[in-house]
Nanobody
Framework: QVQLVESGRGLVQAGGSLRLSCAASGATFSNYGMGWFRQAPGKERVCVGYISGSGRSIVYADSVKGRFTISRDNPKNTVYLQINSLKPEDTAVYYC?????????????????????WGQGTQVTVSS
């Protein structure tokens, strides 16, 4: 089973940018679709986007379109989340998650139950 480790946590001022990384090991990375989730204090964990195993298909939650970019480098076994124009409401713990299912076709990419492995989470704090 794939193992995931996020990095890139930080305290950033509003308007700034941040790139989170999620390094995978223990399995063929390109077999896994990858989702990025976030959980703000006192709120449910929500999906901000998903990238297919090949990297050719990417979807985003409406709330982050235009500011968040997901990419992956399969030879490096890493998926990225670039966040631009950060807002205080982006403050959350961010998680990457892996799935072997084809979630774009099923429309279930935002469903946390579809993912089999999760990273430990990384804190992003945006100051106003």
């Amino acid at each position: 089973q794939v193992q995931l480790v996020e990095s890139g946590r930080g305290l950033v001022q509003a308007g700034g940018s941040l790139r989170l990384s999620c390094a995978a090991s223990g399995a063929t990375f390109s077999n896994y679709g990858m989702g990025w989730f976030r959980q703000a204090p006192g709120k449910e964990r929500v999906c901000v986007g998903y990238i297919s195993g090949s990297g050719r298909s990417i979807v985003y939650a409406d709330s982050v379109k235009g500011r968040f970019t997901i990419s992956r480098d399969n030879p490096k076994n890493t998926v990225y989340l670039q966040i631009n124009s950060l807002k205080p409401e982006d403050t959350a713990v961010y998680y990457c998650a892996a799935t072997l299912r084809q979630l774009i076709a099923s429309g279930r990419w935002a469903d946390a139950r579809q993912y089999v492995r999760w990273g430990q989470g990384t804190q992003v704090t945006v100051s106003s």
